[in-house]
Nanobody, 115 residues
């Protein structure tokens, strides 16, 4: 299984970006999907998570600004990021947690928010 993330880049504060994470096969009917981010010297932080039951969780710092979603037909998850702040600057990584097996991580994509 491979995950390919894209959509990172440089954006001004207040702007928006949409990250994509495409899987090499279907997510199936049971899954947990998530986005994490990390900056140098800091622990990896949960940004957003969604389950196949429709439950979503967001980090406190992104609640109300970021939205996680999935296009199951395209085997792709998304992270829509609005009202970006300089403190959102990080490497963002996607993860797929199928039941009963290992986690699959995509390569990170860098998001830089300028003030």
């Amino acid at each position: 299984v491979q995950l390919q993330a894209s959509g990172g880049g440089l954006v001004q504060a207040g702007g928006s970006l949409r990250l994509s994470c495409a899987a090499s096969r279907s997510f199936g009917s049971l899954y947990i999907l998530g986005w994490y981010r990390q900056t140098p010297g800091m622990q990896r932080e949960l940004v957003a998570q969604m389950t196949s039951k429709g439950t979503t969780i967001y980090g406190d710092s992104v609640e109300g600004r970021f939205t996680i979603s999935i296009d199951a037909a395209e085997n792709t998850m998304y992270l829509q990021m609005n009202s970006l702040k300089p403190e959102d600057t990080a490497i963002y990584s996607c993860v797929w947690r199928p039941p009963g097996t290992v986690d699959y991580w995509g390569p990170g994509t860098l998001v830089t928010v300028s003030s």
